[in-house]
């Protein structure tokens, strides 16, 4: 059974300008450090995350080994207070997240 990426979202409107904000909680591992022992630690990082408002995307990130661990992201985009929006991730070890955020 896969465990579920954590996403914390907070997202304030403005002007009809919402700003999001999220934190990923994920290891990053770039499959390049090695542990106490030496060993490899094996790669294990977010491969894509999106946002989905009113059935339209309205962020999309690709990701690679290179980002560090518990990502922050912040972007915009045209909503209002009161609604929701969706945020999903995926990693390399196909582990998901999913959050619904109500803007504020």
């Known amino acids: 059974m896969s465990k579920s990426i954590k996403i914390k ?41 999106y946002a989905e408002y009113q059935g339209n995307t309205v962020f999309q990130a690709d990701f690679g080994p290179g980002v560090a661990k518990d990502p922050f992201l912040a972007f915009a985009f045209k909503g209002k207070s009161g609604d929701e929006f969706l945020v999903k991730a995926v990693d390399t070890k196909q582990q998901t997240g999913e959050v619904k955020a109500v803007v504020k």
């Open 9 to 49: 979202v907070k997202a304030r409107e403005k002007n009809g300008i919402v700003q999001a904000k999220l934190l990923v909680k994920h290891p990053m591992e770039s499959g390049l450090r090695k542990d106490k022992n030496g060993e490899t630690i094996p790669i294990h990082h977010l491969t894509q995350l």
